[in-house]
């Protein structure tokens, strides 16, 4: 009776593994019949489940409430490199910086509210902030306009401006960053142009990284790349493609979250 009991044992654990190797064979012939769409699909997915928490931890990090006063500093500090940089290429590297710096300032002052987590969403204080942001983003691009006008007052007469809206952004005064005699005969920047072209240059980055993706996981195994190094190369791929669209420096940011 042993016997039999092990010999039917025996034919049930071999039934089961013929099984069990039939399914993982369909589910391998499955995977190497996917096609373009549905890669695209799973690396939709998977770019939610891995962006999500990236984008919750760049709004709620450390720095992530001085994020303005950084990047004042940070356009500051190309002010004066500006400055004291030699005429000719060196100058013209430095103020290019300068100029990249100002963005950033100005798409976080658009930010402002967030950054300062002291408005809710739904406030009627929204409204006079945003407007006020608009105003301030305005008086910026005045300030740096005139640096192609007469270079070493204007590069002075920014970093001042800029040093009272950080100021004033950490004394809680969202909605006077600036007193109004500066604010006079500005033009507000669009708030809703400037966040439509945000939004389509991260929807663009975020395209071009899955359809370099996928493109790179269809076409590796085609070209006998080894098992082992597709993953590197596929991520290589989305990397670079996102660096073409949105710029190194985005990229970076983005990266530096990521632990070592």
């Known amino acids: 009776?042993?016997?039999?009991?092990?010999?039917?044992?025996?034919?049930?654990?071999?039934?089961?593994?013929?099984?069990?190797?039939?399914?993982?064979?369909?589910?391998?012939?499955?995977?190497?019949?996917?096609?373009?769409?549905?890669?695209?699909?799973?690396?939709?997915?998977?770019?939610?489940?891995?962006?999500?928490?990236?984008?919750?931890?760049?709004?709620?990090?450390?720095?992530?409430?001085?994020?303005?006063?950084?990047g004042v500093i940070d356009a500051v500090v190309a002010s004066a490199k500006a400055r004291t940089a030699p005429r000719g290429?060196?100058?013209?590297?430095?103020?290019?910086?300068?100029?990249?710096?100002?963005?950033?300032?100005?798409?976080?002052?658009?930010?402002?509210?967030?950054?300062a987590g002291s408005v809710p969403r739904r406030s009627s204080r929204l409204r006079l902030i945003k407007r006020h942001a608009a105003l301030v983003a305005g008086a910026q691009r005045a300030s740096l306009h005139q640096v192609d006008v007469d270079p070493e007052p204007a590069l002075t007469e920014l970093a001042r401006l800029q040093l009272v809206i950080a100021d004033s952004h950490l004394c809680g005064r969202q909605a006077a960053l600036l007193p109004a005699e500066l604010l006079q005969d500005v033009r507000p920047v669009s708030r809703l142009r400037n966040t439509w072209r945000e939004s389509a240059h991260v929807v663009m980055t975020i395209l071009a990284a899955m359809a370099a993706a996928a493109g790179a996981a269809h076409v590796l195994p085609s070209m006998g790349v080894g098992e082992d190094v597709r993953p590197w190369l596929t991520l290589g791929a989305a990397v670079l493609a996102a660096t073409l669209v949105a710029g190194w420096g985005r990229v970076a940011r983005i990266l530096e979250l990521f632990p070592a």
């Open 1 to 70: 009776m042993l016997a039999l009991a092990d010999a039917g044992v025996s034919r049930l654990d071999s039934e089961w593994g013929t099984r069990a190797m039939a399914h993982f064979h369909r589910m391998g012939d499955d995977a190497a019949t996917l096609g373009m769409l549905d890669w695209l699909v799973m690396l939709a997915v998977m770019s939610g489940l891995v962006l999500w928490p990236v984008f919750w931890a760049m709004r709620w990090s450390s720095t992530a409430r001085y994020r303005l006063v950084l």
């Open 89 to 115: 290429r060196g100058r013209s590297r430095a103020l290019r910086h300068l100029d990249q710096s100002c963005r950033q300032v100005e798409k976080r002052l658009f930010k402002v509210h967030s950054i």
